[in-house]
């Protein structure tokens, strides 16, 4: 049962240090895990990541779905450099293979609402060997000085392991908006995100008009942003098809990701990695028909994904110039 009052609050928080064994505020070195970085000497580079969750259900409207290693190889074939997981003890050790069969890197996605949470996703990632970890953090009804706390300390314990450790900006974790957003920068400021906007343009309705500065008022965020979720919303459902991507709703997100990756840049070093994930949700993320059939492909909206990342690439390369 989740606290009621402030002073239940307040000893859930005291209770949570003692049980969990918070580091007290160790300095680790942070700007090192402020993005993945490969080992390697090479330039910067975008890498483009699949979400394993979005292909639940495809083929579209498919009596038989694809396989897990189906799925992966499509994966591959479409150009796709990883894939993102939430793993469990029983299928970790099945999915790895399968990932490694294709030749594909790892990220690992979880929802923690503890540090013990943390742990054993940290723990999973340093097993499995993935490139980094994000989270969808607690809930978005927790204080927010209790959340930045709990927040700084699980990134102390993923940096410690050597593990960049990114936030979400998803609905009902923290942050759920961009309100929310920038609250958790005042506490926090050092916060890297795993930027999924599609939630906060829904939250905030913007439809990508000018006068709305939907940019400019997401720019302590955008400028914080390390790893790119790809689903894009038109201000009222939090995804939509977007066609080929060039009417004004997918450019507006490829606005958003441009300024993201144009911030990124100005403090890239050799070996560091932008990776961008296509996230198309099946349903009720996907919008179906009354029969409950989807009518948006979301295995060739995914490839949609996929070139309006490049397109961003490109285009915060020119800005940077």
């Not at 609050?9 to 402020?34: K, P, Q, V």
């Not at 495809?58 to 694809?66: D, F, G, K």
């Not at 900006?169 to 929310?180: D, F, G, K």
């Not at 506490?187 to 006068?211: A, L, Q």
Request: proline share 6%; with cysteine.
């Amino acid at each position: 049962m989740l606290p009621t009052s402030q002073t239940q609050w307040n000893n859930r928080f005291l209770t949570d240090r003692s049980n969990a064994g918070f580091l007290g505020g160790r300095t680790l070195g942070m700007a090192a895990f402020d993005r993945y970085n490969d080992g390697s000497n090479n330039p910067p580079r975008l890498q483009i990541q699949h979400s394993l969750w979005s292909l639940i259900g495809l083929p579209m409207n498919s009596e038989t779905e694809w396989t897990i290693p189906e799925k992966l190889a499509q994966v591959k074939a479409a150009g796709f450099e990883g894939v993102e997981c939430w793993l469990s003890d029983e299928d970790e050790a099945d999915k790895r293979s399968c990932l490694d069969k294709e030749g594909l890197r790892l990220t690992l996605g979880h929802h923690p609402h503890t540090l013990d949470d943390v742990r054993a996703t940290v723990e999973r990632a340093k097993r499995l060997n993935a490139d980094f970890v994000f989270a969808q953090p607690l809930n978005p009804f927790y204080p927010m000085t209790y959340a930045a706390e709990f927040l700084r300390e699980a990134r102390e314990i993923a940096h410690g392991e050597g593990i960049a450790f990114f936030v979400e900006t998803h609905r009902n974790n923290i942050p759920e908006s961009l309100n929310q957003a920038l609250e958790l920068i005042e506490h926090m400021p050092e916060v890297r995100f795993t930027g999924d906007f599609s939630h906060f343009v829904v939250v905030s309705e913007f439809y990508g008009m000018e006068y709305e500065r939907a940019i400019e008022r997401m720019m302590p965020v955008l400028s914080r942003t390390s790893h790119l979720h790809g689903r894009i919303s038109n201000g009222e459902a939090v995804q939509v098809d977007v066609g080929d991507g060039s009417g004004p709703t997918a450019q507006f997100f490829v606005q958003i990701w441009t300024a993201v990756m144009r911030e990124w840049r100005k403090h890239a070093r050799p070996g560091d990695v932008f990776p961008f994930a296509s996230e198309l949700g099946p349903p009720r993320y996907a919008i179906t028909l009354p029969d409950g059939k989807e009518f948006s492909d979301r295995w060739e909206q995914s490839l949609v994904m996929k070139r309006l990342a490049e397109q961003a690439w490109a285009l915060s390369a020119e800005a940077e110039n």
